[in-house]
């Protein structure tokens, strides 16, 4: 069953900062890869997502992340922290292959942004 | 207005009474899930529906039961509440042409057994 590691459950950044997420998928046939996030006392919405072509995928607010097939990473980065960002953010991964396309969801890394 | 809603946003009950929370969507979508988000454990799949006649257990569906009464309505039962259901429940829609599955998330329904 595929399985989705997101290195640390807190990450702390100063506003104005560099944001990277880390997340690991453990398939050997590259799924599709989601990020999310949850703004407190609201469901999660997506971020960005990367299915085929250019590895490094731009989404809103101005994060981006970079599918590494060879470290089977999905890290999600911003180059300046704001503290409207923070929030908990989910890598997710859906295999490619049986058709139901079904989730996986990492255990979240909560965003903490110092002023 | 909101595309997936869910009611309650909030319940507090007690053990061994059988609560239900309602999903509903505007999305048009057929694929729609029940997860529930514990604090260090990220999102785990309870039940999900394709369309109307399909139903399926997800990872932790113990205690848990669904019924989809229409394209638009999924709904979650515990039939007998324990204080370890106690956790934060959200409803998703997803369609599969165009957007690999993408998830659609409602506001969530915060759930308290005591």
């Known amino acids: 069953a595929q399985s989705v590691t997101q290195l640390g459950s807190h990450v702390s950044v100063s506003e104005g900062a560099l944001v990277l997420l880390r997340c690991n998928y453990s398939?050997?046939?590259?799924?599709?890869l989601f990020w999310y996030v949850q703004y407190p006392n609201q469901g999660l919405q997506l971020l960005l997502k990367?299915?085929?072509?250019?590895?490094l995928v731009k989404g809103i607010n101005g994060f981006e992340a970079e599918f590494k097939k060879s470290e089977t990473s999905f890290h999600l980065t911003k180059p300046s922290a704001h503290m409207s960002d923070a929030a908990e953010y989910f890598c997710?991964?859906?295999?490619?292959?049986?058709?139901?396309?079904?989730?996986?969801f990492g255990r979240g890394t909560s965003l903490i942004v110092h002023p | 207005d909101a595309d997936v809603t869910q009611t309650p946003r909030n319940r507090i009950t007690k053990t061994g009474k059988r609560i239900m929370l309602e999903c509903s969507q505007t999305?048009?979508?057929?694929?729609m899930y029940w997860y529930r988000q514990d604090p260090g454990l990220g999102l785990r799949l309870i039940y999900y529906?394709?369309?109307?006649?399909?139903?399926n257990k997800g990872e932790i569906s113990d205690g848990y039961s669904v019924s989809r009464q229409a394209q638009a309505k999924f709904s979650l039962s515990l039939e007998s509440a324990i204080p370890n259901q106690t956790a934060l429940y959200f409803c998703?829609?997803?369609?599969?042409?165009?957007?690999?599955?993408?998830?659609?998330f409602g506001p969530g329904t915060r759930l308290t057994v005591l």
């Open positions: 998703a829609t997803s369609d599969l042409v165009g957007s690999y599955n993408e998830q659609f």
């Open positions: 398939s050997s046939v590259p799924p599709y």
């Open positions: 990367y299915t085929t072509g250019a590895t």
């Open positions: 997710a991964v859906s295999d490619r292959e049986g058709g139901s396309y079904i989730p996986t």
């Open positions: 999305k048009g979508h057929d694929r």
């Open positions: 529906s394709f369309d109307v006649k399909d139903i």
